[in-house]
């Protein structure tokens, strides 16, 4: 079974940093891709980065420079470290994983989600 939880959510200042970590079992780091997405209350959800066998990173613009996704495939772990947080940043955080094998943020390539980790930027 595919499981994804995420976990490292918080409550920073802006200009603040966090780590996000998606755990991931039931599947091979070879064989799928994993993607942060976010949602903000009252907004879409956004597809924020993306990681494929550890060489193939996808970052939406508004995250650009900031954050920076990793993956550690003996621990089945993937993280989001984030830098210079902004209040705009504050969303709950969800990982989802892809069997198209490549970086991606576009959900509709997504086969499974985690259930989120809430993420609050004060300003």
């Known amino acids: 079974e595919v499981q994804l939880v995420e976990s490292g959510g918080g409550l920073v200042q802006a200009g603040g940093s966090l780590r996000l970590s998606c755990a991931a079992s039931?599947?091979?780091?070879?064989?799928?891709?994993i993607t942060w997405f976010r949602q903000a209350p009252g907004k879409e959800r956004e597809g924020v980065s993306s990681?494929?066998?550890?060489?193939?990173?996808y970052y939406a613009d508004s995250v650009k420079g900031r954050f920076t996704i990793s993956s550690d495939k003996a621990k089945n772990m993937v993280y989001l470290q984030m830098n210079g947080l902004k209040p705009e940043d504050t969303a709950v955080y969800y990982c989802?994983?892809?069997?198209?094998?490549?970086?991606?943020?576009?959900?509709?390539?997504?086969?499974?989600w985690g259930k989120g980790t809430l993420v609050t930027v004060s300003s």
């Open positions: 989802a994983a892809s069997s198209f094998r490549f970086a991606t943020i576009a959900a509709a390539y997504m086969d499974h």
């Open positions: 039931g599947f091979s780091f070879d064989d799928y891709a």
């Open positions: 990681i494929f066998s550890n060489y193939d990173r």
